[in-house]
C-alpha cells in the first residue's frame, strides 16, 4: 500500500510549508497556479480578511503534488538562492 492511500486528513497551509520547507507565498504560487489543489472551508467569504475561508490540502494532493514531479526540494533551493 502506498503512502498516498494511507494519507487522508487535511492541511494547513502552515502544515504544508513545514512539509515542503518552503515559504507561505510559495505555497500559495503552488495554489493559485494550479499545480497544488486546495480547497476553501469554513468562514463565510468576502473580501475582509477576517470573512475569508482558509485553504485546506489534503495530505493524498500534496503527496501527489510531490511525486508528480511539480515541486523538487532541489529546484526550491535553487531559486532561493538565486534571488
Given at each position: 500500500m502506498s503512502s498516498v492511500e494511507n494519507a487522508d486528513h487535511l492541511l494547513t497551509i502552515t502544515e504544508v510549508m513545514n512539509k515542503l520547507k518552503?515559504?507561505?507565498?510559495?505555497?500559495?504560487?503552488?495554489?493559485?497556479?494550479?499545480?497544488?489543489?486546495?480547497?476553501?472551508l469554513g468562514g463565510t467569504g468576502g473580501k475582509h480578511k477576517e470573512n475569508r475561508k482558509p485553504y485546506r490540502i489534503w495530505e493524498t494532493d500534496l503527496l501527489e503534488f510531490i511525486d508528480s514531479g511539480k515541486f523538487s526540494l532541489l529546484n526550491e533551493s535553487k531559486r532561493k538562492k538565486s534571488t
Open positions: 518552503v515559504g507561505r507565498l510559495t505555497v500559495y504560487d503552488y495554489i493559485y497556479s494550479g499545480k497544488l489543489r486546495a480547497h476553501r
